[in-house]
Structures are given as C-alpha cells and as structure tokens.
Nanobody, 117 residues
Framework: QVQLVDSGGGLVHPGGSLRLSCAASGFTFSIYALSWYRQAPGKERELVAHISPTARSVVYADSVKGRFTISRDNAKNAVYLQMNNLKPEDTAVYYC??????????WGQGTQVTVSS
C-alpha cells in the first residue's frame, strides 16, 4: 500500500522557519523524483521545489529561491523542505509528490502552513 505522509506544518510569524517532512512507503522510493507543491486558497496548485532520485538535480520556484531547501534521505524514504524567512504569501497547504517510471505518481495528504503575525 502506497503512502506519502506530509507533516511539519503550522503557524509561524513572518521571518520564521519550518521544516516539512514527507514519509513514504509502499514503493521503491529511491527511483522516484520528489516534489513539493503548494496550494493557497483560491489559487492553483504550484510547484515549489523538485529533487531528482539521486539528489543531483534540484529546482526551485523563483518565489522561494534562497529561502527554501529541498532534500531527501533515501535510506529513510523521506523528503524534506526547509523553509526559512517565511512570508505571508507562503501561506498554503503543502503537498509532496513522488514521480516515478511510466509517469506513475503519488500525492501526500498535505500539511497546512500559515505565516501570520
């Protein structure tokens, strides 16, 4: 049974930090690329960060470059998103996504991040 469990969200003041985690099970994690997406109220889901299976390639949305860092631990079947200097416009539900062979993909259930003073 495939599972992606997102966690680590919460309420933080502007300028604060959070670390999101996504724990995976039920598939061969090490051959899947991983992404973090977010969806704010009334907006479409957007790509935040992406990391290749070996972590040699990472991509960030322009809006988070220099503030967010994606990483993965293939031994623990986990992907992380370190978010620093958070801004109110980062408020959204954050989802991890695993993308594998033959366009197979899986989504986490999401974790709410709220940045507010």
């Amino acid at each position: 049974q495939v599972q992606l469990v997102d966690s680590g969200g919460g309420l933080v003041h502007p300028g604060g930090s959070l670390r999101l985690s996504c724990a995976a099970s039920g598939f061969t994690f090490s051959i899947y690329a991983l992404s973090w997406y977010r969806q704010a109220p009334g907006k479409e889901r957007e790509l935040v960060a992406h990391i290749s299976p070996t972590a040699r390639s990472v991509v960030y949305a322009d809006s988070v470059k220099g503030r967010f860092t994606i990483s993965r631990d293939n031994a623990k079947n986990a992907v992380y998103l370190q978010m620093n200097n958070l801004k109110p416009e980062d408020t959204a539900v954050y989802y991890c996504k695993a993308i594998g062979p033959e366009s197979r993909y899986y989504w986490g259930q999401g974790t709410q991040v709220t940045v507010s003073s």
